[in-house]
Structure formats: C-alpha cells, structure tokens
C-alpha cells in the first residue's frame, strides 16, 4: 500500500524533483502508519488482496461485460416501438457474509443500467428495475457468485 501511495503520490505531482519526492516519502509512510494504526489496516489484508488480484481483476472484466450486456438491453428498450416495459421494486435478502461484499453488490447493480439499489439494510437490498426481467434473481446473479467466491478466499 505504501508504494501505491508513492507512485500516486508521483503522479499526481506530474514531476519529480528531489523535494517530492522526500515529501511524498513522509507523507506516504505518515499515512501509511495512520492506516494501520487507527483506520484498521493489516498487511495481512495486503497480501490477501494481492494473492485474490486474479479474482478482482476477474470480477472487473465481468463487471464491464454486464454493464455493456445491460446497455444494449436498455437501447432495446428505449428503441422499442412498443415501449411495453415494467419498471418493479424488488426486495430480496443475501447471504453474503461482509459488509464489503454487500456494498460491491449493491455498487454493481447500480452501475448496470437498467437497475438501481434503493436501500441496502443488513441483509435485505431493495432494487429498482427498470423492466421485470432486470430485476430476476439477483441474488443469485453471477455478481453474487463472484463476490460469493470472493468472501471465501479472504
């Protein structure tokens, strides 16, 4: 983390000079210790992120695929003559174990057009759907399985 900080630290400055980068090296290990100290930061969390980075970068390109999937889906919709849809309120509760893992559920659909989360409160997500069939079985959602797979390897 600390090195993410710096190379950020870099480029954000746009130039490097001997002043910036002794700043940007206090700087970044003050913020660094600040992490661990009192926001509950652990290398231990580091390396499991780094060991799963395959699954996250795996997640990611799923994430764009159902973005682009759910857009031509909205287009259709749009460009319907028909203009035949039905937009649902839908509740359905998960079982995901983390709290992280929930947020990234409730992220993901509303970044996929066509769906918005309303409400997320413990276990129970309440969607908005722009057409019924957006809001089926979102739980089980190949979002929730990554993230499903996810939780299990943390």
Request: overall charge negative; proline content about 4%; aromatic content about 14%.
């Given at each position: 983390?600390?090195?993410l900080l710096?190379?950020l630290?870099i480029?954000?400055?746009g130039?490097?000079?001997?002043e910036i980068?002794l700043?940007?090296?206090v700087?970044?290990s003050?913020?660094?210790w600040?992490?661990?100290?009192?926001?509950g930061?652990?290398?231990?969390k580091?390396?499991s992120i780094?060991r799963?980075m395959?699954l996250?970068?795996?997640y990611?390109f799923?994430?764009?695929l159902?973005?682009?999937k759910a857009n031509?889906?909205v287009?259709r919709?749009?460009?319907s003559?028909?203009?035949?849809?039905e937009?649902v309120?839908?509740k359905f509760?998960t079982?995901?174990?983390?709290?992280?893992g929930k947020?990234f559920?409730a992220?993901?659909i509303?970044?996929?057009?066509?769906?918005y989360?309303?409400?997320?409160?413990?276990?129970?997500y309440?969607?908005?759907?722009l057409d019924?069939?957006?809001?089926?079985?979102?739980?089980?959602?190949v979002?929730?399985?990554?993230i499903?797979e996810?939780?299990g390897?943390?």
């Open positions: 983390m600390f090195f710096f190379i630290w480029i954000f400055n130039k490097v000079t001997l980068v700043f940007g090296l700087i970044c003050w913020l660094y600040f992490m661990c100290k009192h926001m930061y652990h290398t231990k580091e390396k780094l799963n395959h996250y970068i795996k990611f799923i994430l764009t159902e973005i682009v031509i889906a287009i919709i749009i460009l003559p028909k203009n035949e849809f937009p309120i839908v509760k079982d995901l174990k983390t709290d992280i947020v559920l992220n993901s509303t970044l996929t057009p066509g769906t989360t309303i409400q997320l409160e413990d276990d129970e309440l969607i908005h759907a019924k069939p957006f809001g089926d079985d979102l739980n089980e959602s979002f929730a399985k990554e499903r996810l939780e390897r943390s």
